[in-house]
């Protein structure tokens, strides 16, 4: 036991505090996020800018360096942890788009053209993108909770499209057929459920005559067939933005009344606008992210006569709220976020307690945020392994070897008390106060 509380010393002098509820993201090198040297922005017009894991625990983002107009020169790619550093995960990329996948545990990120893990660390995938004359006519969209498939089209842009899946293990590509009343295919702003087995997206419309987009609508391939969750427009554009995980619940944009209207979708219920309950002087709407089980969605929305947009949060049998309002009338962080302005909520951990979006800082940058609304649920049970034999020398083994660092995908993280304060001194406190039979605290 000794060597134990020797180890326990070593590792607790390096402790970090993750800071809860409202956590701003900092930048490469300085505070704050958004510094002389660097930004963490999110991508194009929203898309896929900065994503979460479906556990909580890491966050990806597009950086860049300040002083430029943004998509002028090459950026990068960070992956964080709140209550540790950002750390860059890519070399400078010439793509117009951030991680377009991470898997649920954080350990695999999808970059359109490329896969950074942690066990191989950054790779080059156009090699995978070719196709059987050796051009590289496909970019990635979309990667499953386990890393096993990813979401693709075939067809640069401004070509037609058609959508597929590929598996990294067997290099297999699948191919899936368009539309029949869009047969110019996909555009690319797709998704993919976390079971990999449902895609999304919009079916785009090409006028014969000019060749650009006069038409979209919002789809779904699920077995290989897709369906058009509502019909072509004229020229607004529709589409799903998000899948809860076996791919049920779809969410993303329609166009209504000369407006964007974020909708929830179900078989059951077709497609339901969600903001009807919005607050006054309400404008367009965008979904952008929903829960594992589809009864939290969040995105942003304009209101008239106020610039810029704004986050929101809808919850089933709650209704569409003000994120910011939420966040400071609800969970009393009214502090915390003072001078700061939500401007959007860009994806959503898959239990619903972790948002992650971009705002506006106190010194009127943009910056990315981190909001945990998880209330602490005690301590786990004292078989850290999880092989049923407790207690044992191994549980006590293996818990310092995760709190080194170590991997064990059997083993609970190292999060004991479940507080959302890892690694910290009080995890070793409870974990060896309910190994002799004490309670957690």
Known sequence: MQQFLALASIVMTSTTVLAQMFVPMPGIGEEPGCNQNVCIVSGSGGYSGVRISDDGRFVVSLGYQSGFIDGAIPRFVVRWSPGTAPVVITPELQSLYPAVGISADGSVVLGDTWRWSAANGYEDLIPQLRDEQG??????????????????????????GDM??????????????????????????????????????????????????????????????????????????????????????????????????????????????????????????FARAVSRDGSVVVGEYLQFGTPGTRAWIWK?????????????????????????????????????????????????????????????????????????????????????????????????????????????DQDVIDFFNVLAGGECP
């Open 135 to 160: 051009i590289w006519n496909s970019l990635f969209f979309g990667l499953s909770d386990d890393a096993q498939v990813y979401g693709g089209i075939r067809g640069i842009y401004p070509d037609q």
């Open 164 to 285: 597929f899946t590929f598996r990294p293990q067997t290099g297999q590509r699948t191919i899936f057929a368009r539309p029949a009343q869009v047969p110019t295919g996909y555009y690319y702003f797709n998704t993919m459920s976390g079971d990999g087995q449902v895609l999304a997206g919009s079916a785009r419309q090409i006028a014969t005559m000019s060749g650009q987009y006069d038409g979209y609508a919002p789809v779904i391939i699920r077995n290989g067939v897709p369906t058009l969750l509502l019909p072509v427009t004229d020229s607004n554009f529709q589409g799903v933005n998000d899948l809860n995980f076996d791919g049920s619940v779809a969410v993303g944009v329609f166009a209504q009344s000369f407006q964007m209207k974020a909708f929830r979708w179900t078989a059951a219920e077709g497609v339901q606008a969600l903001d009807e309950d919005a607050p006054g002087n309400f404008g367009s709407s």
């Open 316 to 424: 089933a049998g709650v209704g569409f709220r003000d994120l910011q309002n939420e966040l400071e009338w609800t969970y009393g962080l009214s502090e915390a976020l003072s001078g700061w302005k939500l401007l959007v909520a860009t994806d959503i951990s898959g239990d619903g307690k972790s948002i992650v979006g971009q705002g506006r800082n106190p010194q009127g940058r943009e910056q990315a945020f981190f909001v945990d609304l998880t209330v602490p649920t005690g301590c786990d049970d004292i078989d850290f392994n999880n092989n049923d034999v407790f207690p044992e020398d191994q549980d006590v083994i293996a818990f310092f070897n995760v709190l080194a660092g170590d991997d064990c995908p059997s083993c609970n993280d190292i999060d004991f008390n479940n507080n959302r304060v890892f690694p910290e």
